[in-house]
């Protein structure tokens, strides 16, 4: 085992298989981002940058996630990158790449497993606090900001016009 790596077992020697390609560079790691339903998310390396990825356990089912982009390898992790969902529907927290993670606007996307389908949903103007999310019934409510409203709790229905600002407290 070289530096980060993914591995899927169903608990026997034969069965357990390397799910993702490893990278040398031992400061990059694999960071799981949940498991909804039958497949699991994370950020592992690949060789030279670091990309989403999802998986149901299998080689043949475990595949990087496009239309994400690739992660900062020192920019990811520790609350700055969030999912959030169920076996139909999983909504993503990613904040913008550079030095400055923290203090950039975070971007929410809806995934839809079956269908392999990923739709941009809003740009918030401040960071979203994922900590300050939920997801109930295909909804996620979640904690968005902006110059003109300061922190105020938002909600989307995984459509771009379901996706707005519930009141301006």
Known sequence: VHGAQVWGSDGTTPGTVQLTPGTSDSTWRVDLLGVFGTRAYFIAG???????????????GTRALSGLGTVDPYAFGNAR??????DTT??????NPGPFVSSTP???FKYEPQADRLTPLVDT??????????????????QGSGASTG????ISDGTVAGTHLVKNL
């Open 46 to 60: 690949t060789g030279t940058e670091l990309q989403y990825f999802v998986s149901d356990g299998t080689v043949a």
């Open 81 to 86: 990158v969030r999912a959030y969902g169920d």
């Open 90 to 95: 999983v909504f993503f927290m990613t904040p």
């Open 106 to 108: 975070r971007h929410i």
């Open 125 to 142: 103007e401040w960071p979203t606090y994922p900590y300050s999310s939920a997801f109930r019934d295909g909804q996620l409510l979640f």
């Open 151 to 154: 922190r105020e709790p938002w």
